[in-house]
């Protein structure tokens, strides 16, 4: 009895796998462009952070000597002037960046919790809480810096004047205070974004549980502590660390609030570095704190994503 061999694959259609790559062609070109436009500044950068950069070498700085690591080591110092400068401003940033992210979930979730059920005039509340975000950071900032003014300033119009809460109208701007006006606006401009992201997040959750919940007696609170936030644990691990980059790294807002030499109590890092490179010339430094400050940026988000993704695995 005689066996047939058994019929080989017929070879894949060329133009089938043509039709299959062509969309990964066409992203080529956008992916490099994108690539050149990352990497290009990150690598030059990283080439300034290596070199002795000042008013007197800027204007040729490929040229300009090499330092090696003395910028890194100048700025880590913190014995000498810039070290500590930079770890105060390091913590600062670290305290403005947890309660701007903190306050902005904590309000744009229970904006969307308090939004999800269908009532009159839903739409345009939501459309005014989304306004902040849609607005132009610069129109909106420069808006808060007339609103902190200490003399003409609505918050100090209706804190001394109309409601007399105080008896000296406080700078608002300048000092202590000056922290707690940038929380205020970076939150502000954050929590319609986090509002945004979980309203899209309940949506996938289907009403039956909560009716459910609701036939085995659990209240409104039960109802959020067992199937609200256990179901948008995937949208608040993207949204925590985007809020988190993008606080971190803000620059906008503490500029425009306060200008180019931010006060001692609101020095964010962002600002420390353009101070140390567009205001007291010293290009070099700068450079290695921007260095610093991305590898920081960089250990923190894989650190979050390998322990998120640990607990997924775990459950």
């Not at 500590?84 to 979930?105: D, E, K, M």
């Not at 808006?143 to 003014?149: D, L």
């Not at 309203?199 to 959750?205: E, K, R, V, Y």
């Amino acid at each position: 009895m005689t066996t047939t061999p058994p019929a080989r694959p017929a070879p894949p259609d060329r133009s089938a796998r043509r039709r299959a790559a062509l969309p990964y062609v066409l992203l080529l070109p956008a992916l490099l462009l994108e690539l050149l436009v990352h990497l290009t500044p990150m690598v030059v950068g990283a080439a300034m952070s290596l070199k002795q950069l000042t008013q007197f070498t800027i204007r040729d700085w490929s040229a300009a000597p090499w330092t090696g690591l003395a910028n890194y080591r100048t700025t880590v110092d913190i014995n000498a002037p810039v070290g500590r400068a930079l770890l105060h401003s390091f913590g600062i940033t670290c305290a403005f960046t947890v309660l701007t992210v903190g306050l902005s979930w904590l309000i744009g979730t229970t904006a969307a919790i308090l939004l999800q059920d269908a009532f009159r005039g839903r739409g345009l509340l939501r459309a005014l809480f989304l306004l902040p975000y849609a607005l132009p950071v610069y129109a909106a900032v420069i808006t808060w810096s007339f609103v902190f003014q200490r003399d003409t300033g609505l918050l100090n119009h209706v804190l001394h004047d109309q409601l007399h809460l105080v008896d000296d109208k406080p700078f608002w701007l300048l000092g202590g205070n000056s922290f707690a006006a940038l929380v205020t606006v970076a939150v502000w401009r954050s929590w319609p974004f986090a509002f945004l992201t979980v309203t899209a997040g309940l949506q996938n959750i289907p009403r039956e549980l909560y009716e459910a919940a609701a036939l085995d007696g659990a209240g409104i609170r039960q109802q959020i502590r067992r199937i609200t936030l256990p179901s948008l644990r995937p949208v608040n691990r993207v949204l925590v660390l985007v809020l988190f980059l993008w606080t971190f790294n803000d620059f906008n807002t503490p500029y425009l609030l306060f200008g180019r030499s931010a006060p001692e109590a609101a020095d964010l890092v962002s600002v420390h570095v353009y101070q140390s490179s567009f205001v007291t010339w010293n290009f070099g430094a700068g450079s290695a704190m921007s260095v610093l400050l991305l590898l920081f940026l960089l250990l923190v988000t894989a650190t979050y994503l390998l322990l998120t993704a640990r607990r997924r695995s775990a459950r």
